[in-house]
């Protein structure tokens, strides 16, 4: 899938919101992209973009999202209906808000066998049975009976992955998935997605502010502030030699072990307000080394290394212009 | 099991709240009037009689004498006797309640069934104009007297357009049975008889329907906004449910909770509603018997109908916490346990 | 001198200032947000109009709504009678404006006495708990066990017919929604942070309750109170159609209807505008509460999110 320049705006009552200004990126097949970045800073808003589910008063203003060579964004709404759940699905944050309490969790995972393959009522459920049992949950046709509450965080994050795997899509959208659960539970669903992906060859977009998270899931990350891409490479470069400021300094935040004691590192300020977002490079309020350029004109993504793009003036200015490219 | 529990609890709690109710009643009738004498024998009542009136109702004795003797009387379906029709005063009621019960059914079904589809439209076209329509509709019919609105019916389609009769149950002779003219015309098939009184229902249900109803799609309507904003609905939508799929069986289940426990409180407002509809339209049901019974300030009759309308109301109640207690997993786990 | 006073009473202002800046912010959102709800302008619109009637009525009334004028007895409306005349011939829009001020007592006594009244048992029970909770409650229960229109019928007929007890019987219903309410509020701030603090600074039960616990469930309150107002109203009219309340020659709204029931199919103005008025002036009330819920219900605002 590519996300080609998306623009989101929500139209408040306190103003306009600026959430996304032009997010570019790729998800190739078999691998799994992490989109990093604090809150607020427009992860989930792009990962509903994709399914075009950003809520009211939110508003797709520009961009193209190609799937498959199609552009979403031009799809009827009874197409992007049959895209939703079956060529890409995705895993939501707090399992507990996003399963439906009045439905068994056996019904829940069998509608979208019912919808995207047709199958009756009695034939999903069984589907949805064997899905549990693939997913290692013990005594599935007994747990297919549960309602939501029923079951535990962990248990239920699972029947989030099982409805999202239900119909193989060749996309899969995990926003924040181990983020509200202890962390031996999080090992567990980190590795049945491993498992995932390497069975089904699934794509996965995987948001998180967590840098331990993306570098164990992920091939390539991008890394998003306020609405920007600033930063997109594989793992090990944009962990190791991070280009961007932002990202060094994201980096530098989290705590090592050998870490003497005492206070630990913050990147001063906050995040800017998304309705009258500071001009230029959205980040050169809080950046440690801003020029003249930073606070006037927005940069462009420039292809630092095969592979390794940054948005920041500190590398187009020593590449030629010519050399920038957006993928 | 867990449910049957819960029932035997809230009948325990029904009948202290009864308790609480009748003693309320109590005070009401025998300690708030200045000459509770007077008001028990009734406006026109002789010397001689007030001394029959003293003993019979025990207004001779200590207040707390009265008391245990009050619900003596109560338990032994004792309500008195009225001192305008000169009957034991749940006979009358027994008389009157069908009638009542009749036609606050009969609204109650066309609240629900009208209603609840109202607040769920409303909901899916929020802000639109048919929203904007919709809601000014339902608060107007909160915001009219009942009586009022009654007579404004009455003079369009009785009088100018000659549609609807304009007072009373039925004229059509029937013979009375259940004392439920509905039940009672099928019985004898007697069907001229059912459809006269189906045409003598609908301007008195039509007002109750219409004063009652506002609230009902209100809160229907909030409900229905709550739930399409949910998680799970998104959720519902990310999966490529149909949208009318997610509206009608994912958000509305959820959303009848609300609108099914405020059915209680319906239902407590169409009695009262009845009250007044009742007079109106010379309905012989409890609501004229209540009016009828102040304007004679026939109290062992005013006290008769405050009960049974108390009772009846803590029944429904009952009833209503039942089944939201039924219909909703997550609080049949909690309050079983 | 002067300038230690002018320092004392800048620091005073800016401290008054920060403690209610997040109120005044929310104050200027609900005002924005008002004067895009359309329908809550118009009733308060309709509200304004009727406080101005009831308090000028008896002024702009063209005629004496007590006069009898057996000459022209229910005529129709015209230029000389707005609203035509009655069965006495008094003029019906005379009396309908001169009638108005009925209408906002019974409202403003009815609420000013039962809102605080509720609203100080349901701290206390909230607050706290165990007995006075379990007794203030269950009255609550017993209250709102009866259908209120019943009960009020019958302390109205306890007590007899006149204006003033239909308030004290309406009062007598209308407490215990709110004691549940305000209730509901103290429970929830009962443990919060600042309560802890109060109660660990000395601060006596009673200044706990005053300035703490009630001014925070002013919210809930407030909505309830505008929506009330109506009911207040049509309940009034209610309780005078079946006999109590304001006797004649009294113009109150309600009293007018009844009156004009008798000659219906007659003269149908002496009843159709009195009904028309209250149904307008409750209207005005209700479309503002509806606003006004929608605006400070935070389920139903629209929430700025940006992730």
């Known amino acids: ?327 | 099991m867990g449910l049957g529990r819960y029932i035997t609890r809230r009948i325990i709690l029904l009948f202290v709240v009864l308790f609480g109710l009748l003693s309320l009643t109590f005070i009401v009738s025998h300690v708030i009037p200045a000459d509770p004498v007077r008001a028990w024998a009734g406006e026109k009542s002789v010397l001689q009689t007030l001394d029959i009136i003293r003993q019979r109702y025990h207004l001779d004795q200590p207040l707390w004498m009265q008391y245990l003797l009050y619900f003596r009387d109560l338990l032994q379906g004792n309500l008195g006797i009225s001192p305008v029709t000169n009957r034991a005063v749940l006979l009358d009621l027994g008389y009157f309640f069908p009638a009542t019960f009749e036609l606050s059914l009969v609204s109650l079904l066309f609240v629900l069934a009208i209603g609840i589809p109202l607040g769920v439209i409303s909901a899916t076209r929020r802000n639109r104009l048919s929203d904007h329509l919709l809601r000014v509709f339902s608060l107007m019919g909160t915001s009219m007297p009942i009586f009022w609105l009654a007579l404004m019916l009455q003079l369009v389609f009785y009088f100018r357009l000659g549609w609807l009769p304009l007072t009373e149950r039925i004229e059509v002779p029937w013979t009375r049975i259940t004392g439920f003219v509905f039940v009672d015309t099928l019985i004898t098939g007697n069907l001229a008889g059912f459809g006269d009184a189906v045409k003598h229902m609908m301007l008195p249900a039509s007002v109750l329907t219409f004063s009652s109803i506002g609230f009902i799609v209100r809160i229907t309507r909030s409900s229905m906004l709550e739930e399409l904003g949910t998680d799970y609905v998104r959720t519902a939508r990310a999966k490529g449910v149909p949208e009318n799929i997610v509206v009608f069986r994912h958000a509305v289940k959820n959303a009848l909770i609300p609108p099914i426990t405020a059915l209680g409180y319906t239902f407590g407002n169409l009695l009262q509603g009845a009250v007044i509809t009742e007079t109106i339209f010379s309905w012989p049901g409890l609501g004229t018997y209540a009016a009828g019974s102040v304007q004679y300030l026939d109290f062992p009759a005013i006290m008769g109908f405050t009960i049974i309308a108390g009772v009846s109301v803590a029944i429904v109640n009952l009833i209503t916490d039942i089944m939201y207690v039924a219909i909703d997993p997550r609080i049949r786990s909690t309050e079983t346990r | 001198m002067l300038d230690n006073k002018k320092r004392k009473l800048l620091s005073t202002y800016k401290r008054w200032r920060s403690r209610i800046n997040p109120q005044l912010k929310e104050l200027r959102l609900s005002l924005y947000v008002i004067r895009r709800s359309p329908l809550a302008l118009v009733g308060l619109g309709i509200i304004a109009a009727f406080i101005l009637l009831a308090i000028f009525g008896d002024f702009l009334a063209p005629y004496n709504p007590y006069t009898l004028n057996l000459e022209s007895r229910l005529q129709p409306p015209s230029f000389i009678h707005l609203f035509g005349t009655d069965e006495l011939g008094r003029d019906v829009f005379s009396r309908l404006l001169s009638g108005a001020k009925y209408s906002i007592e019974i409202g403003i006594i009815v609420l000013a006495v039962s809102i605080p009244l509720g609203s100080l048992l349901g701290a206390i029970a909230g607050y706290f708990g165990g007995i006075y909770d379990e007794v203030i409650m269950r009255t609550t229960d017993v209250f709102q066990a009866f259908p209120s229109l019943i009960l009020a019928m019958a302390v109205s007929a306890a007590l007899g017919p006149s204006l003033q007890n239909v308030m004290v019987a309406l009062i007598v219903v209308w407490w215990p929604p709110y004691a549940r309410l305000v209730r509901a509020t103290a429970l929830s701030i009962r443990d919060y942070a600042f309560v802890e603090a109060a109660r660990s600074m000395g601060a006596s039960k009673a200044r706990i309750i005053f300035q703490h616990i009630l001014p925070n469930s002013i919210s809930p309150v407030i909505i309830r109170a505008t929506l009330e107002m109506g009911a207040v109203i049509i309940w009034s009219a209610g309780l005078s159609f079946l006999g109590f309340g304001a006797q004649p020659p009294s113009p109150e709204w309600g009293r007018l209807i009844t009156e004009g029931r008798l000659y219906i199919f007659q003269a149908w103005w002496i009843t159709t505008f009195p009904g028309v008025a209250i149904l307008l002036v409750v209207l005005g009330f209700n479309l503002f509460g509806d606003g006004l819920r929608d605006i400070l219900d935070p389920k139903l605002r629209r929430v700025i999110e940006v992730k």
């Open chain 1, 1 to 327: 899938m590519e996300v080609r320049d998306l623009k989101v705006q929500f139209f408040t009552y306190g103003g306009v919101v600026q959430a996304l200004d032009g997010v570019s990126f790729k998800v190739n097949k078999d691998e799994t992209l992490g989109l990093v970045g604090e809150t607020g800073c427009g992860k989930s808003v792009t990962a509903l973009s994709t399914l075009r589910l950003v809520p009211p008063p939110g508003r797709i203003v520009e961009g193209e999202i190609i799937l498959n060579g199609e552009n979403l964004l031009e799809k009827t709404e009874e197409d992007m209906r049959k895209i939703r759940g079956r060529a890409i699905a995705m895993i939501f944050q707090d399992p507990t808000s996003s399963l439906n309490p009045l439905f068994t969790v056996g019904f829940q995972i069998a509608e979208p066998f019912i919808y995207h393959q047709d199958l009756k009522k009695k034939e999903a459920q069984k589907s949805a049975i064997k899905l549990l049992e693939s997913m290692h949950i013990p005594d599935a046709e007994r747990r297919a009976r549960n309602y939501p509450h029923e079951c535990s965080g962990g248990m239920r994050q699972r029947i989030m992955v099982a409805m999202a795997l239900a119909c193989n899509p060749s996309l899969l959208i995990a926003d924040e998935p181990t983020t509200n659960l202890d962390v031996t539970i999080q090992a567990q669903i980190l590795e049945l997605m491993k498992e995932i992906q390497k069975k089904h060859h699934t794509s996965i977009l995987w948001i998180s502010h967590n840098l331990g998270v993306i570098a164990e899931m992920c091939d390539r990350v991008a890394v998003m502030y306020a609405g920007n891409i600033v930063e997109i490479g594989d793992v090990k470069t944009i962990l190791c030699e991070p280009a961007h400021p932002y990202t060094r300094m994201l980096k530098e935040c989290v705590p090592t072990a050998n870490q003497k004691k005492g206070e630990l590192t913050v990147i001063p300020g906050t995040v800017p307000n998304l309705i009258s977002p500071p001009a230029g490079c959205r980040f050169h309020p809080r950046c440690r080394e801003p020029t003249d350029t930073c606070k006037k004109e927005n940069p462009i993504m420039v292809e630092l290394e095969p592979g390794h793009y940054v948005s920041c003036w500190k590398y187009t200015q020593k590449n030629d212009k010519m050399n920038s490219g957006d993928d």
